[in-house]
Every structure is written in structure tokens, then in C-alpha cells.
Nanobody
Framework: VQRVESGGGLVQAGGSLRLSCAAS????????MGWFRQAPGKDREFVAA??????GYTDSVKGRFTISRDNAKNTVYLQMNSLIADDTAVYYC????????????????WGQGTQVTVSS
């Protein structure tokens, strides 16, 4: 199963982007799907995840980011509003069987990443 992210780019602070992660091949409907990010010189961090309508967010993006999924299209989205410079990072989508986990090592499948750069 491949997962391909898209939608990253350069945006000014206060702007918006929508990331997409499309899964191809055999997928499992009860997978949790999520987004992580890694900024230069920093560890990978949990951003958001969704499973069966339940969502979870890291505190720094609550109220600004929204995760959603379209099971018919095997796609997960991350709508990012009110972007700030600290949101600059490579964003990775991930999937795992079971529930939401904030621990990156517990996720089984990863995309290749998409760069998001927010200019201040």
C-alpha cells in the first residue's frame, strides 16, 4: 500500500493549505490515519489523527487544523488555517491498525512527506 501526500507549498503567515494523503492498493477501513511533522533540527511530532470519527490534535494546532477522511477515496486530509512560522516542516501522513496514538513509532505505514513553508 502506497500513501502519497500532496498539497504542501509556500504560504504567508495567516494563510491556509490543505494537505491530502491518498492510499493506493489494499487498505484497511479500520485504520487510524494521521499526520506528523518534522521541522529542521527537531524530532518528528504528532499533529493530528482520525479513526471512526474520533479525532485528536496536538495542542499547538487545536482550533487551526482540521483532519478528515474520505473512506471512499482512501484519502485523509489536513486543513491548515491561520498558519504560523512554527508550522514550517515536512508533513507526513501515517496509518496504523487500531486507535489513535501520538507515538510515531507505533504507526505502521508512512508517506514520503510534503514540505510546508510558512513565511512570516
Amino acid at each position: 500500500v502506497q500513501r502519497v501526500e500532496s498539497g504542501g507549498g509556500l504560504v504567508q503567515a495567516g494563510g491556509s493549505l490543505r494537505l491530502s494523503c491518498a492510499a493506493s492498493g489494499r487498505t484497511v477501513r479500520n485504520e487510524a490515519m494521521g499526520w506528523f511533522r518534522q521541522a529542521p533540527g527537531k524530532d518528528r511530532e504528532f499533529v493530528a489523527a482520525i479513526t471512526w470519527g474520533i479525532t485528536g490534535y496536538t495542542d499547538s494546532v487545536k482550533g487551526r487544523f482540521t483532519i478528515s477522511r474520505d473512506n471512499a477515496k482512501n484519502t485523509v486530509y489536513l486543513q491548515m488555517n491561520s498558519l504560523i512560522a512554527d508550522d514550517t516542516a515536512v508533513y507526513y501522513c501515517a496509518a496504523r491498525l487500531g486507535g489513535i496514538s501520538r507515538l510515531g513509532s507505533s504507526w505502521d505505514y508512512w508517506g514520503q512527506g510534503t514540505q510546508v513553508t510558512v513565511s512570516s
